[in-house]
């Protein structure tokens, strides 16, 4: 079977499932710092999904670059996969609102447990059908150091189980920061781009369809109706104009750029966490518009992505 399709298909739900995260995400309370660091919990297991997603999507995308062929077995596991990863947005609201209960850390470590035992079985699923395949990109030669996120997560559950609840919790982030680091070692530059602008492309036009949906609804079918929410379309154009900019700059810059490395995808895949709080922050100085706080904030992602461009 060949991946070209298949490649696609499973970038383009990595991309809607990391930029629909943000839509479960709470307002704060006020437009101060205050009550933006409330939310620490929520903006930390948001970050902890994004990140799973996105080395998800990085870990195989060397890979494939590899394979000449998948099986149905394949395609099913992956599928198994997907799966999993679509209810990461469920259970990442869940757990952050429900930060000392076992059953929502159980289920969030569950996820993250799956996914890597998968991302174990369809690698070698790949290699059975692609002998060829180089061992270092398989993780072959770093059985343990590949290994090691999954102890991390059984201890977070031995935590979570005994002296601390929030284990599993903490020891997700720290599995995923090991985790990237095994890819960033063991797998080589990227040489085709292709694959890598289709994701920013997918994750860039999400974010700014996404922005339109949180714009209320008239209370009537008035003009005056509609007019009282011009903060949140001049709100709205303003993020409209920041996403369509970035990605012109992108596309102008991958005209002439034929390699990427390691420091250039994750520099992306901060600037992409940044900008997928972007519908989040819209509704947030729509709703203060008069708040310094909120005007603060919401320029800040326009400069921290200028500074990361």
Wanted: charged share 10%; aromatic share 18%.
């Amino acid at each position: 079977m060949n991946t070209n399709r298949f490649e696609t298909f499973v970038d383009a739900i990595l991309a809607i499932v990391m930029t629909v995260l943000v839509l479960k995400l709470s307002q704060p309370a006020a437009p101060s710092l205050e009550a933006i660091m409330d939310l620490n919990i929520m903006f930390g297991a948001y970050f902890i999904s994004f990140l799973i997603l996105y080395n998800n999507w990085y870990a195989n995308h060397n890979f494939f670059q590899q394979i000449e062929e998948i099986d149905n077995l394949t395609v099913w596991i992956y599928g198994i996969m997907i799966f999993i990863l679509t209810l990461l947005p469920y259970f990442t609201i869940w757990l952050s609102r429900n930060l000392n209960s076992i059953s929502s850390e159980t289920a969030f470590g569950l996820l993250f447990l799956i996914t890597h035992i998968l991302n174990m079985m369809v690698t070698y699923t790949i290699k059975r059908i692609n002998p060829d395949i180089n061992d270092s990109n398989t993780g072959r030669k770093n059985l343990i150091l590949f290994n090691f996120p999954i102890l991390i997560i059984l201890f977070g559950f031995i935590l979570t189980y005994t002296v601390y609840t929030p284990g599993i919790y903490v020891c997700c982030l720290l599995s995923v920061l090991i985790w990237m680091g095994f890819n960033k070692i063991s797998l080589e530059n990227i040489q085709d781009t292709e694959r890598f602008e289709a994701l920013i492309d997918a994750i860039l036009a999400i974010i700014i369809t996404i922005i339109v949906l949180e714009i209320p609804l008239a209370q009537n079918g008035s003009w005056n109706a509609l007019f009282e929410l011009k903060y949140e379309f001049i709100i709205y154009a303003l993020s409209f104009l920041i996403i369509f900019n970035f990605w012109n700059f992108n596309n102008n810059l991958f005209n002439i750029v034929n390699k990427i490395d390691n420091k250039i995808i994750w520099t992306m895949g901060i600037t992409l966490f940044v900008l997928s709080l972007l519908p989040y922050f819209t509704v947030f100085v729509a709703n203060n518009f008069y708040s310094f706080f909120a005007q603060f904030v919401y320029g800040g992602i326009f400069i921290i992505t200028a500074i990361l461009s």
